[in-house]
């Protein structure tokens, strides 16, 4: 079975940090890049931050760029995203993806997880 499970969000301050994690599992990890997405409240769905199988390309929203790091552990089947000055724009549910091929292509996404930034 093919999942992706996120972990890692809460509430933070502006200017805080937090680290999200997405467990994954069912696919050849490494062989696939992974994508974070977030959802702000009555907004679109939109790409945060990617990176390759190998882990030696990541390209990032302008957003967030060199306030967020995007990293992956191949031996641990796990993505991690890290989440630096912190402001209440960020403020979004925050989705793992991958898109696998498994017999055909397979866009899989993991539940979500709450980050809210306020004082």
């Known amino acids: 079975q093919v999942q992706l499970v996120e972990s890692g969000g809460g509430l933070v301050q502006p200017g805080g940090s937090l680290r999200l994690s997405c467990a994954a599992s069912?696919?050849?990890?490494?062989?696939?890049?992974m994508s974070w997405y977030r959802q702000a409240p009555g907004k679109e769905r939109r790409l945060v931050a990617a990176?390759?199988?190998?882990?030696?390309?990541?390209n990032y929203a302008d957003s967030v760029k060199g306030r967020f790091t995007i990293s992956r552990d191949n031996a641990k089947n796990t993505v991690t995203l890290q989440m630096n000055s912190l402001k209440p724009e960020d403020t979004a549910v925050y989705y793992c993806?991958?898109?696998?091929?498994?017999?055909?292509?397979?866009?899989?996404w993991g539940q979500g997880t709450l980050v809210t930034v306020s004082s």
């Open positions: 990176i390759t199988g190998t882990g030696g390309s990541t």
């Open positions: 069912g696919f050849t990890f490494s062989s696939y890049a």
């Open positions: 993806n991958a898109v696998v091929y498994l017999g055909g292509y397979l866009e899989v």
